[in-house]
């Protein structure tokens, strides 16, 4: 759950430090959920569970998502930047929360 919130618990300073709006705050938020659903529709559709074995996708999954999720505390330095980074931490959660 950590990967999923990291982001909300520092937008009162991104918006400070990147000079957010309502808006692009907003979206640091929807990008995780648009990239989880975006992840789940793709792994349901190349049927990765029963393609790879569960613990591998789960374990890979698992550590991009903590990748990426560092990658925007390293090198996100505008909305653009972290609304990419956030999404693509939620497409890894499709890898770990379902098949879990």
Do not use: C, K
């Not at 982001?7 to 918006?15: E, F, K, M, W, Y």
């Not at 790879?52 to 789960?58: A, D, E, N, Q």
């Amino acid at each position: 759950m950590s990967l999923w919130f990291s982001a909300s618990a520092v937008v009162p300073q991104l918006r400070s430090e990147w000079n957010l709006g309502e808006s692009s705050a907003g979206w640091l938020t929807i990008a995780v959920q648009l990239g989880f659903v975006g992840g789940t529709l793709l792994s349901a559709f190349l049927n990765l569970p029963d393609v790879l074995s569960v613990r591998y996708l789960f374990a890979a999954s698992a550590l991009a998502g903590a990748l990426t999720n560092a990658a925007f505390g390293s090198y996100a330095h505008d909305a653009q930047t972290g609304i990419a980074l956030r999404f693509l931490t939620g497409m890894f959660l499709a890898g770990v929360y379902p098949p879990g």
